[in-house]
């Protein structure tokens, strides 16, 4: 079973703080992927990576970076925490089927509940 | 711009009868669907899927139903039973790109004993 593990469940921090929200996944995936879950609208991406050191802007980038220099574990980086930040951060992973593109599912961590004071 | 749109934010159903969740989505080139699942302090758990060569796949008691035209899909549950509820979210994707990967804003079924 894939397995995606997502450091902390809850995370308090206060505004201005540069936050790390970490993720680990345990099936050799090429694909990861940074989402914050808000209600009403669904997950949101914010970025993604396809392999080692490279990313990309999903549709809510602002405010975020990420860092990925192994390919087991992404992190997603708040550089200067805002209460609009508070939301469900989920981190995902996929593999890449060779051969014509990806249909592979996702598979998510239990998320992070990230609440900016 | 929500490209995928789960219309009804909730659902209940009795054990035993039919649920049905619906999903539309306006881009035409989306040919991947996906349905999720989620719990309760728990992450999305991936459900079943569809592409847009068929209308209908069948896993057990779900059953996800395509149509094109209409830009509809529908997951149906059959029996409905209490474990089943949960928080179903519809996504798709296009041209096999699922780095882009559009999520509806959840269904939160409610099976009632």
């Known amino acids: 079973d894939v397995k995606v593990t997502q450091s902390s469940r809850y995370l308090v921090k206060r505004t201005g703080e540069k936050v790390f929200l970490e993720c680990v996944q345990d099936?050799?995936?090429?694909?990861m992927f940074w989402y914050r879950q808000d209600p009403g609208l669904g997950l949101r991406l914010i970025y993604f990576?396809?392999?080692?050191?490279?990313?990309e802007k999903g549709d809510i980038p602002e405010g975020y970076s990420v860092s990925r220099e192994k390919k087991e574990r992404f992190s997603l980086i708040l550089e200067s925490a805002s209460t609009n930040q508070t939301s469900m951060y989920l981190c995902?992973?996929?593999?890449?089927?060779?051969?014509?593109?990806?249909?592979?599912?996702?598979?998510f961590g239990d998320g992070t509940r990230l609440s900016i004071l | 711009d929500q490209q995928v749109k789960q219309n009804s934010p909730s659902l209940s159903v009795q054990e035993g009868r039919i649920s049905i969740l619906n999903c539309d989505y306006t881009?035409?080139?989306?040919?991947?669907f996906l349905w999720y699942k989620k719990y309760p302090a728990e992450g999305p758990t991936f459900l079943i899927s569809?592409?847009?060569?068929?209308d209908k796949n069948e896993d057990g008691r779900f059953t996800v139903f395509l149509n094109k035209s209409a830009k509809h899909l529908s997951l149906h549950i059959v029996p409905s039973q209490p474990g089943d509820s949960a928080v179903y979210f519809c996504?798709?994707?296009?041209?096999?790109?699922?780095?882009?990967?559009?999520f509806g804003a959840g269904t939160r079924l409610t099976v009632k004993p």
């Open positions: 990576s396809y392999d080692v050191k490279m990313k």
């Open positions: 995902a992973s996929s593999s890449y089927e060779q051969g014509g593109g990806s249909n592979q599912p996702q598979h």
């Open positions: 996504a798709a994707s296009a041209f096999g790109n699922n780095n882009d990967m559009r």
């Open positions: 099936m050799d995936h090429e694909n």
């Open positions: 881009n035409s080139m989306f040919d991947y």
């Open positions: 569809i592409s847009s060569i068929k």
